[in-house]
C-alpha cells in the first residue's frame, strides 16, 4: 500500500506540475478554453494554475514532509471536483469529463493512503 501510494504520488505530482504550467504560461488552447468554452476569465485561469503547481510541489515536497500529502491532495480532490463539473456544466460530457474525475480518484487514493499510513505510523 504504501509504494502504491507513493508512486501515484509521484505521478501526480509530476502531472499537475506540467497541467499547472500550461495553465500559467497561457497557453493559447488553455486560454481558449477558460474563456469561450467555460465561460471564466483568464484571471481564474491563472488562480488554477497556480493552485495545481503549488499542490504538485507539495505532493513531491511530501516524500520528506509526509503531513503535507493529505492536505494538498484534498486541494487537489476540489480542484477536480469543479473541472469535472466545468466539463459537464460546458456540455463536453463525461467523455472529456472522465480525465479529471479519474485525477480526481488518484488524488482520493493518496489521501486515504497516506492517511492510513500516518495512522499505522502513530
Do not use: M, N, R, T
Given at each position: 500500500m504504501k509504494w502504491t501510494v507513493r508512486i501515484l504520488q509521484g505521478l501526480l505530482g509530476v502531472g499537475f506540475l506540467l497541467f499547472g504550467f500550461m495553465k500559467l504560461s497561457g497557453d493559447p488552447a488553455q486560454v481558449e478554453a477558460f474563456n469561450n468554452i467555460y465561460g471564466y476569465g483568464t484571471g481564474f485561469m491563472y488562480v488554477?494554475?497556480?493552485?495545481?503547481?503549488?499542490?504538485?510541489?507539495?505532493l513531491i515536497l511530501g516524500y520528506w514532509w509526509h503531513k503535507i500529502v493529505p492536505v494538498v491532495s484534498g486541494v487537489l480532490i476540489i480542484v477536480m471536483a469543479g473541472a469535472v463539473f466545468t466539463?459537464?456544466?460546458?456540455?463536453?460530457?463525461?467523455?472529456?469529463a472522465m480525465m479529471?474525475?479519474?485525477?480526481?480518484?488518484l488524488s482520493l487514493?493518496?489521501?486515504l493512503g497516506q492517511r492510513k499510513i500516518m495512522k499505522a505510523k502513530a
Open positions: 488554477v494554475g497556480g493552485v495545481e503547481v503549488l499542490s504538485a510541489a507539495g466539463h459537464l456544466q460546458a456540455g463536453q460530457g463525461f467523455g472529456v479529471p474525475l479519474v485525477l480526481l480518484l487514493i493518496v489521501l
